[in-house]
């Protein structure tokens, strides 16, 4: 069975860092691209980040560029995103996906195939 799990979520002032993680299993996606999402309450889900297989492309939506990096770790099965300068505005469950059959970083989510079941980030003001 194939599976990502996020964990690195949690409780942070404004101005401070958090790093997610997100571990597959069940298969490896060294050879597929991965990607951060984000549900803020009463709001769609939206893009944030996505990162190709060999990790020398990255994408970031303009709303974090400059404060969040999306990087992996193929030999671990692990993308990251490390979380910098929180905003109140940050506040969300994010997931992570990946993608079964793509290389190359997308920020679409109807490329991706797998998904985790989120971890809560909750920036106080």
């Known amino acids: 069975q194939v599976q990502l799990v996020e964990s690195g979520g949690g409780l942070v002032q404004a101005g401070g860092s958090l790093r997610l993680s997100c571990v597959g299993s069940?298969?490896?996606?060294?050879?597929?691209?991965m990607g951060w999402f984000r549900q803020a309450p009463g709001k769609e889900r939206e893009f944030v980040a996505t990162?190709?297989?060999?990790?020398?492309?990255?994408i970031t939506t303009v709303s974090v560029k400059g404060r969040f990096t999306i990087s992996r770790d193929n030999a671990k099965n692990t993308v990251y995103l490390q979380m910098n300068s929180l905003k109140f505005e940050d506040t969300a469950v994010y997931y992570c996906?990946?993608?079964?059959?793509?290389?190359?970083?997308?920020?679409?989510?109807?490329?991706?195939?797998?998904w985790g079941q989120g971890t809560q980030v909750t920036v106080s003001s």
């Open positions: 990162i190709n297989w060999t990790g020398d492309s990255t």
């Open positions: 069940g298969r490896t996606f060294s050879s597929n691209a």
């Open positions: 996906a990946a993608s079964r059959s793509l290389a190359s970083a997308t920020t679409q989510a109807g490329n991706y195939d797998y």
